[in-house]
């Protein structure tokens, strides 16, 4: 009986519109949870992977030794890697021709944990829309200016870049300028061993 | 010359009715998204002017720059004519409704608050109501298009079922005031709050309610324009200014709908107690108005779309009865009363 006086009662006076009129009044107060997207954006967290980014040694001299190990790793076939050997110094290789598709790109960051260099990082650009498709087609000078906007700070190491890989890395940090002429020595293997342990 | 001073003064006040509704109709576009927004955690608009308040001039201009398409297969004369058809009925309702109390006097030319006091204003406004019907009905079928004919028809259906109810439900009214003009319902509703006819018609208050939602063609009985369903209802086809006409005429119908709820059943211009009296009447007007213009935002944030047999059933099996019950209520109540 009780019920379903209840029932009706709640029928006629729209109970359940009513219910449904104060929940939507209420969100008026609550705060938005949209950004203002293009004025406001967002914070994003460390270890976003956008495009990737190519990175200079404090010299300014590239990072990149044109080994194509991230070729060999990119799962989507969106690097190109021509390589040569620099004419002035005899063994030290680099990158001629670094091609990135950006359209191709599935953003995993496989070739920053492939590069035994530590050359490449996930840089935080993710706003990638243009109007000319081949302005994704990205080349060495590109990636290298993004990694001076995104990583300007060098002593600190870009995430997914893992100690393990860092390798030659380390051998030229701290042996920059004897290695950088091609001068190895006992000294040098030394304190490699220092530096990895 | 009194003649002369009659039209000057008429043309005037036509003028200021028209250029009040348009304004409020392009504004209410962007509180309808501010408060739509709101309520669903958005912001909405925020990009033109601050706050996005130059947004209805944008969208106006943008409309009335836009190509004006005319499908193949059309008929042209009624597809050109369809939104004029819709847009001034919708409009020409603001004649006969009492905006305030005062008139008042620039030099010669003394301005009412009303364009005319036609003793039959409510059904004035009913007959041109209906007529609305037409346009709908004639733009969906002249489209050349099954969504806009179907649109056309649901609308037909709609506006033809739930203006019976919406007739009954101004009966009470009509009846206890005595009057069918709109001042005249106004006057009656004077002293407290108590006077209005939503406490004494609280029934034929939410019939009216109810009807005038399905009426306008707004959420939850958009069924016209169901565009899960019928892409835009009945006025798929239409594009530019003539699109915006029938915007345009949505709106105004919204107005119009919360103009009468406001003289007829919240006692129009008159303050809620003769102490508040020191506001002007054209504010309360404009308040309660605002209020019902809301209340249509805010039924829309909260319910979603009806079906057509629930929309029909409900219609017919529930508010014509009540609404029928009501007038008869009414008229035998009223009659005793007066009687003995």
């Not at chain 1, 944990?113 to 000078?141: F, H, I, W």
């Not at chain 2, 806009?148 to 109810?165: D, F, H, K, N, T």
């Not at chain 2, 324009?225 to 835009?232: F, K, P, R, Y």
Request: hydrophobic residues 50%; aromatic residues 14%.
């Amino acid at each position: 009986m009780a019920s379903w006086l209840n029932k009706s009662v709640s029928l006629i006076f729209f109970a359940e519109i009513l219910q449904g009129l104060r929940l939507t009044f209420k969100h008026i107060f609550v705060k938005e949870i949209t950004d203002l997207y293009p004025h406001q954006k967002r914070v994003l967290p460390a270890g976003y992977r956008g495009v990737i980014a190519h990175l200079r040694y404090d010299d300014g001299t590239e990072k990149c030794v044109g080994c194509a190990l991230c070729e060999a790793a990119c799962p989507s076939h969106c690097i190109t890697v021509v390589s040569a050997e620099d004419p002035k110094i005899p063994q030290r290789r680099f990158a001629t021709e670094y091609i990135l598709d950006v359209t191709k790109c599935v953003f995993c960051g496989f070739c920053v944990q492939a590069c035994p260099v530590d050359a490449l990082a996930s840089s935080p650009e993710y706003e990638m829309a243009t109007g000319n498709k081949r302005e994704l087609m990205m080349d060495k000078e590109g990636m290298l200016a993004l990694g001076d906007r995104y990583f300007p700070d060098r002593a600190k190491r870009p995430p997914y870049t893992e100690d393990r890989f860092a390798f030659f890395n380390k051998l030229k940090a701290s042996e920059f300028p004897k290695s950088h002429q091609g001068v190895t020595t006992h000294a040098t293997l030394k304190t490699l061993s220092e530096v990895s342990s | 010359m009194d003649l002369m001073f009659y039209l000057v003064t008429t043309v005037i006040t036509i003028a200021v009715v028209m250029g009040v509704v348009l304004f409020h109709v392009a504004y209410i576009t962007y509180f309808e998204r501010k408060i739509l927004g709101d309520m669903q955690d958005r912001m909405g608009p925020m990009e033109v002017g601050s706050h996005g308040l130059l947004q209805p001039i944008a969208d106006g201009l943008k409309l009335f720059f836009k190509e004006d398409i005319i499908p193949t297969g059309t008929n042209k004369i009624i597809f050109t004519v369809a939104p004029i058809l819709v847009l001034v009925p919708a409009l020409i309702g603001f004649a006969v409704i009492p905006f305030g109390r005062d008139s008042f006097t620039i030099g010669p030319i003394t301005l009412h608050p009303i364009v005319t006091d036609i003793n039959v204003g409510i059904l004035y406004i009913l007959a041109f109501a209906s007529l609305g019907a037409y346009g709908v009905l004639l733009g969906g079928w002249a489209s050349n298009s099954k969504y806009a004919l179907l649109g056309g028809l649901r609308s037909a259906a709609q506006v033809i079922s739930y203006e019976l109810p919406l007739g009954l439900a101004l009966v009470g009214p009509i009846l206890l005031s005595g009057s069918l003009s709109m001042v005249n319902m106004t006057t009656a509703q004077s002293g407290t709050a108590l006077n209005w006819f939503i406490f004494v018609q609280p029934v034929a208050f939410f019939i009216y309610i109810i009807s005038a939602i399905a009426e306008t063609n707004r959420l939850p009985f958009d069924l016209p324009e169901a565009e899960s369903e019928l892409v835009a209802g009945f006025f798929t086809e239409y594009s530019g200014m003539r699109f915006s006409f029938f915007f345009l005429a949505e709106y105004a119908n919204m107005i119009l709908t919360s103009c009468i709820a406001t003289v007829v059943f919240l006692g129009g211009w008159h303050a809620p107690h003769p102490s508040l009296g020191f506001i002007p009447p054209i504010f309360w007007f404009l308040g309660k108005v605002y209020f019902f213009l809301f209340f249509y935002i805010w039924i829309r944030a909260t319910l979603p779309r009806l079906r057509f047999d629930q929309l029909m059933a409900f219609c017919w099996k529930i508010m014509l009865p009540l609404g029928l019950a009501n007038t008869l209520i009414t008229a035998i109540v009223f009659y005793f009363i007066r009687n003995y």
